[in-house]
């Protein structure tokens, strides 16, 4: 039994949402190997990426209001002082934007960055340019959120991508959010942004990999402030 157990807890549990994708690449699978059987090898292995892309795995989120957590896997690929969306609502002219890029391969079930209260839900339809480009945040379908947390407002927007066609999100108006919470998922490549009040500090540069729920992307005391990187 504790190698069964063991096994299991180095496999991270499916996402519900991807049992039909799943399912569709398997009878893909299928179909493809009746036509031709190298094919469905081929498809075998997509089906497996699939269940891989859904993986969701249990995060370990610190508890301190002072602190911002990565809403999404992913490496991290802007940071810095932006205007904030029109379409958020933000009382802000400025904001401190931190982006981080979720490949094919990172898990993309995103996570609350702060705990309060859901103020807004703001889902804006669009294009499909690469995420990784900074007209993404702009021109491409994206859904928005606000956040009412204890050091002011803080915007999250997921952001489509290239190949991404679904994003999905749990949370409402009102409702209360904790700091790790999962609160949505964007299908097949994408990006999240989000938007601090500009005192926060950040804690990351471009390039760093980031783990949702326990990554610090920013601090709102001058304990966890980070000033300069190495790169090895």
């Not at 179909?31 to 089906?47: A, C, I, K």
């Not at 839900?121 to 379908?141: I, M």
Request: net charge neutral; proline share 6%.
């Amino acid at each position: 039994m504790s190698i069964m157990r063991s096994v299991r807890n180095n496999f991270a549990p499916i996402h519900p949402e991807g049992y039909p994708f799943i399912a569709i690449f398997f009878i893909l699978s299928l179909v493809l190997g009746w036509l031709w059987d190298p094919l469905f090898w081929f498809g075998l292995v997509l089906t497996v990426w699939c269940i891989y892309f859904f993986r969701d795995p249990e995060r370990v989120t610190p508890i301190d209001e002072n602190q911002v957590t990565s809403p999404a896997d992913g490496r991290i690929s802007f940071v810095g002082k932006t205007a904030p969306p029109e379409n958020l609502g933000l009382a802000l002219p400025e904001c401190l934007r931190i982006s981080v890029f979720m490949s094919v391969f990172d898990c993309h079930v995103n996570r609350a960055p702060v705990t309060g209260a859901v103020k807004r839900v703001v889902y804006c339809p669009g294009r499909f340019f690469n995420a990784e480009l900074d007209k993404a945040s702009e021109h491409n379908e994206r859904n928005g959120l606000v956040i009412a947390a204890k050091h002011g407002e803080v915007g999250i927007v997921q952001v489509a991508g290239l190949i991404a066609r679904r994003i999905v999100c749990w949370a409402k108006e009102s409702d209360e959010i904790v700091a790790g919470k999962r609160f949505g998922l964007i299908r097949f490549g994408s990006r999240l942004d989000i938007y601090l009040p500009p005192e926060a500090k950040s804690c990351v540069s471009v390039g760093q990999l980031a783990i949702a729920g326990e990554t610090i992307l920013a601090a709102f005391d001058d304990r966890a402030e980070i000033t300069d990187f190495r790169l090895d």
